[in-house]
């Protein structure tokens, strides 16, 4: 009871791919194979077929032969347990069942007739635990990885340092040789702007006795490179960092080059040599007074039908550029919409805000502050609901499994409230080998092979477009793989509908110019 091999061939008999389960010459099993396409009748029914040495057990995969090669005193039953086991592997392993996919494949394929058949015998599995068994990680090889990394980052860590201390070390022995020279310099600069300056001989506390020639630090050694007929008062002006530039030699710059080129990230301990070298503060907005209406969805819609949740919150939030606008007050106006719920800021005084829907301050004599990056927050609000008319957008999914192959047909509706925009559509895939075969598109997509996401998206959603569908092909997987589906847009409509009418300014003449940033977007938008 022994499987010889276990092979798929064309209808030629070309080997395509061939596991050997006992020792077997290769001209051996090549004969056996290349005899088989002859030993086939035309139209019979059985799946065996029977020599004076051997039994071949086989079964047609479109225009390929599944083949297992037996010794006659084998079990055929179960053999044929076997061959139908291994032609459920071979579609997982490779989706075009021809002589490139096989190619493409052969290995997995192989490893798997290995969990299969061991020393020619069956063994208990299912497609499944084979799959899982090739799949299957290795602690071992994890945690070796993981060792070498450390090794790796501590490596780069001491390399970095090293290279700062030879720099440093560089920049000191420079020093020290020019330390005699510019200390000549020094002194009769500061004997000429006399002794009695701030900035003095004192002042160094370094005395004549430091091992740079007279005992000058850094700071004094970068006033030689001053003019002579400069007032005292300028030498209390910070230094720019001659001291530090003059101590770098050309070599010590080409091996940080060097290290930089090598993709290493060096720290240089250099002051900046003015303000103007930092880096640029975010741009201010360009009216002064600016007000920012913002909601954001926390959606979860079932792919069967019905909402899981609706959780909306907004915030409306104060930005003032100077501080003498900051008298103010704000008029606004809401939708209407009763299931919003407001609440204002425990500074805000709630009766002016009840009785006139105006914000402003509990002491009028107190300015909201200024210069804030994000803004004062002033009002905020919450809707809950379970109606699923609300939903900007509506995603339905139809996955069905034909043969080997999932046909997946979406459609999106949006409702006539809002007007969307960069609605992307992301749709989880499990890995696959090539990009899946889009069919039919309103819009564009994009597969993301690393995360293995397809993306579905559309530029702008209005009331040419309140509807679209989507169809791709993809090899055969369960169909709750598809899932969740996430979403993300942005409109300019909001629930609360809320506006800024004017700007009411408590001091008098005429109010600041304002302006109203309105933003509806996602923060957690999926079909589970």
């Known amino acids: 009871m022994v499987v010889l091999a276990a092979s798929i061939i064309s209808k030629s008999g070309k080997a395509l791919v061939s596991r050997q389960f006992v020792d077997m010459s290769r001209i051996r099993i090549e004969g056996y194979l290349a005899a088989f396409p002859k030993l086939v009748g035309i139209g019979k029914q059985h799946t065996y077929i ?3 040495n051997v ?3 086989y079964q047609p995969i479109e225009s390929l032969y599944l083949l297992l090669v037996t010794n006659k005193q084998s079990n055929i039953l179960e053999d044929l347990e076997t061959l139908r086991l291994l032609s459920k592997l071979v579609p997982e392993y490779s989706y075009s069942l021809d002589e ?17 058949i061991s020393l020619g015998h069956k063994e208990n599995v299912t497609v499944a635990q084979v799959k899982q068994y090739g799949e299957m990680e290795s602690h071992e ?14 490596t ?5 340092r090293k290279a700062s201390e030879i720099d440093k070390s560089k920049i000191e022995k420079n020093r020290g040789e020019k330390g005699g020279f510019m200390s000549l310099q020094s002194m009769s600069s500061r004997i000429e702007s006399g002794f009695g300056s701030e900035n003095s001989i004192s002042s160094t506390g370094g005395g004549f006795g430091g091992g740079s020639g007279f005992g000058v630090n850094t700071e004094v050694e970068s006033f030689s490179s001053k003019p002579k007929g400069r007032a005292p008062a300028s030498a209390s002006a910070p230094s720019k960092g001659l001291g530090m530039q003059l101590g770098k030699t050309q070599r010590a710059n080409q091996f940080l080059e060097s290290l930089k080129a090598e993709g290493e990230v060096i720290v240089e301990d250099v002051r900046p ?3 103007g070298q930092t880096k640029a503060a975010a741009p201010l ?3 002064p007074v600016t007000l920012t209406v913002e909601e954001k969805l926390n959606v979860t819609l079932r792919h069967d039908g019905g909402i899981g949740n609706f959780d909306l919150q907004g915030t409306l939030s104060l930005q003032i550029l100077n501080q003498e606008d900051g008298l103010i007050q704000v008029q606004i106006e809401t939708g209407g919409n009763p299931g919003i719920l407001f609440k204002t800021h425990p500074n805000i005084n709630k009766e002016l805000y009840s009785g006139e829907n105006i914000l402003g301050l509990k002491d009028p004599n107190r300015p909201f502050p200024a210069g804030q990056g994000d803004g004062v927050s002033l009002l905020k609000w919450r809707m809950q609901s379970a109606d699923e008319s609300l939903v900007p957008l509506s995603i339905n999914c139809w ?16 409702s006539s409230m809002f007007g969307l925009k960069n609605v992307v559509i992301s749709i989880p895939l499990p890995a696959l080998r090539e990009a899946p075969k889009v069919q039919q598109i309103d819009g564009e997509w994009r597969y993301d092979s690393r995360k293995s996401i397809l993306e579905w998206s559309i530029v702008l959603i209005d009331n040419s477009n309140r509807s679209g569908s989507m169809e791709f092909v993809i090899p055969a997987v369960d169909t709750s793989d598809l899932f969740p589906i996430s979403v993300s847009f942005t409109s300019t409509s909001t629930f609360s509908d809320l506006k800024v009418v004017t700007i009411l300014p408590l001091k008098g003449g005429n109010p600041p110019k304002f302006s109203q940033r309105t933003l509806l977007s996602t923060e957690n938008y999926q079909v589970v």
Do not use: C, W
């Not at 780069?156 to 970095?160: A, E, R």
């Not at 996955?399 to 949006?414: I, K």
């Open 399 to 414: 996955p069905s499994v034909s043969g080997n192959e999932t046909y997946v047909n979406l459609e999106y509706e949006a």
């Open 141 to 154: 090889e994890k945690l070796h990885k993981l060792v070498l990394q450390s090794k790796i980052n501590e």
């Open 55 to 57: 039994r071949y057990v």
């Open 273 to 275: 040599t003015s303000i």
């Open 50 to 52: 029977e020599t004076e």
């Open 100 to 116: 490139e996919g096989i190619g493409r494949t052969a290995f997995e394929i192989l490893f798997a007739f290995d969990e299969v």
């Open 156 to 160: 780069k860590d001491v390399m970095k």
């Open 285 to 287: 907005p360009i009216d």
